[in-house]
């Protein structure tokens, strides 16, 4: 079982940042750093889209649309990811999740934790 919780999101104006958390809880079985795990993101009316990933050995990816912007992160020895996400624009707008990548692995979906960027 993925027992994976969002935390961090808030309402922010544009060109701010925010810092998200993504943590396996203490007692959960799941071994945090043997997977790969990714943030992903849905806003209304669109399809959950990956924006960022990190390997067991750290190595990163991105989407286009966030290049340059947002780093993700993890601490394996805290069992957190973290997405640092700078220059926000409104169209980052959405709920951030974290899992497994790659989507198809992906299972247990948590609550996710809102990002609003004004404009």
């Known amino acids: 079982q993925v027992d994976l919780v969002e935390s961090g999101g808030g309402l922010v104006q544009a060109g701010g940042s925010l810092r998200l958390s993504c943590a396996a809880s203490?007692?959960?079985?799941?071994?945090?750093?043997?997977?790969?795990i990714g943030w992903y993101r849905q806003s209304p009316g669109k399809q959950r889209e990956l924006v960022a990933g990190?390997?067991?050995?750290?190595?990163?990816n991105y989407a286009d649309s966030v290049k340059g912007r947002f780093t993700i992160s993890r601490v394996n020895a805290k069992k957190t990811v973290y997405l640092q996400m700078n220059s926000l624009k409104p169209e980052d707008t959405a709920v951030y999740y974290c899992?497994?990548?790659?989507?198809?692995?992906?299972?247990?979906w948590g609550q996710g934790t809102q990002v609003t960027v004004s404009s």
């Open positions: 899992n497994l990548v790659p989507y198809e692995r992906a299972k247990d």
């Open positions: 990190v390997t067991t050995g750290g190595n990163t």
């Open positions: 203490v007692a959960s079985r799941f071994i945090f750093s043997l997977y790969d």
